[in-house]
Every structure is written in structure tokens, then in C-alpha cells.
């Protein structure tokens, strides 16, 4: 039995980047003018910094903090829908699975990574490997979201900086020396 090409195109490493794609470009263009209107000053100046570098592809690594209560979900989300309309990808996680459901489509970083849960100073996520589904969904990914990142330990941000350096490289060999494979980072937590 013969299967229609948009059955095929799911399968395998392309379900994985489409699962991500799966939105409605209108509603989040909708989604993101409402949320941006609603950013503070301090706010607004850390949305634009960020989209600055995911534009430009030039990579980075942000940490925002702040007390808890101090709205930094109200920014992850505003620059996942701005990520989203631009039909891109962006990867929302948290240390917990409670805080992962506060992300529009958030995971757990553990799940969306593999990061093994005895991680040591040598570790790498296991599911991400050169020519793996999850290493093609990162490679196209634009920015990453981490909240709640002081909870986990160093060797899981490590794990997963081997992990995006040795995936990108293959993308340009200088990514072996940027920070997280010269991917976009912003990880964020209470002070």
C-alpha cells in the first residue's frame, strides 16, 4: 500500500521539526502583539537583545533573573510566539516538570535533551548525536529557553554544551569553540 508524501514527510526526523512547526502563524502573530504590548521597560530592553541575536545568528548565552513573581514567564512567552511567528524554532524547558507547564509547550530540559539523570563531568546527552532526529531539530532550532536553571547541576549546562558543539560543528567547524555551539541560549531563575 502506497503512502501519501505528508504521511512520509512525519515520519521519523521530520516529525520531530514539524511537531515544532505545528502552529498557526496568524494566532501567534496575534499572540505575540498582545504579549509585547503588555512588556515592561527592563523587559522590553531583554526581548530585544535577545531577538537582536537570534536575528543576527550569532549565538549568545543570557541568564535572567529575578524574584520569583517578577514576570519572566510573561517574557519567555512573548519571545516564544516572536520566535513562532517568524515559523522558527524554539525550544522552552525547565529543571521541573511543574515549571515546564507554565511554557507554552514546554518540557522538561532532561526530556527534550537527554541529559542522563547520574550526569558526570564527562557526560553528554544521549539522544544527541551527529545525524540523530533530536541533532537535526537542534540544529534548526533559534533559540532555547531555560527557566528554573539554578536548580539543576553544572554538569547538565555542561553535558549539553558538549552536546551542541559537537552536533554544530558539522554545521561550521568554528561552533566547536562557541559557547553551546554557538546556539541561543537564555536561562533563567530567581536570585
Known sequence: MSFSDELIMFEGQKKLIAD?????????????????????????IIYRRVMDVVSSQEGGVFFI???????????WKTLCAAVRKMREIVLPV?????????????????????IPLNV????????????SYLADLLIKTKLIIWDEAP??????????????????RLVDRRNMHRPFGGKVIVFGGDS
Do not use: W
Open 20 to 44: 515544532e512547526l505545528s502552529y498557526d502563524i496568524e494566532e501567534m502573530t496575534l499572540e505575540h502583539d498582545k504579549l509585547y504590548k503588555g512588556l515592561t521597560d527592563e523587559q522590553s
Open 65 to 75: 533573573y529575578g524574584y520569583g513573581g517578577t514576570e519572566k514567564t510573561y517574557v
Open 94 to 114: 525547565a529543571s521541573s516538570g511543574i515549571d515546564s507547564l507554565l511554557l507554552p509547550r514546554g518540557r522538561t530540559a532532561r526530556s527534550r535533551f537527554g
Open 120 to 131: 558526570t563531568e564527562n557526560s553528554i546527552c544521549v539522544g544527541i548525536r551527529p545525524g
Open 151 to 168: 536548580m539543576m547541576h553544572k554538569y547538565c549546562f555542561e553535558a549539553l554544551d558538549r552536546s551542541l558543539r559537537d552536533i554544530m
